[in-house]
């Protein structure tokens, strides 16, 4: 939403202070549904929650969800390392040292990580391949 559009408002006392939460932009929910989510919002004051923290907790446990679901995912990262575990000890000092470079994590500074010969093999391949190297 942006400053100033329509948008559908609750509005509902808690303890004696009112509470004031924004349900959805007019475009994105009907009135009958806007009316429903209301209706929803008084049962949860009645019952003395109060909706805003219950929207933050719901939010939060289905952050905290997904981030856990994330953590599990990296299977071919996992296979990798395996794999260049594994066969280690057989490759020389330069061609484990690119595989090394190729498992750095993503955002970091990989020239900082690099031996020259990695770093010109980086540049070479920037400009074979057009891909950004490092």
Known sequence: MTAGSKSYIFQGKLN????RMTLADIETMSLAEARDRAAQLRVQIREGCDPRQVKADVTAADASKRAKAQSGKAPAMDAWCEY???RRSAWGTRYLEQHEYMMAKGGEDKALHCTPGLYLFACLSELVHGTQGI
Do not use: L
């Not at 004696?16 to 509470?19: H, L, Q, Y």
């Open 84 to 86: 260049v575990d594994i």
């Open 16 to 19: 004696g202070n009112v509470i």
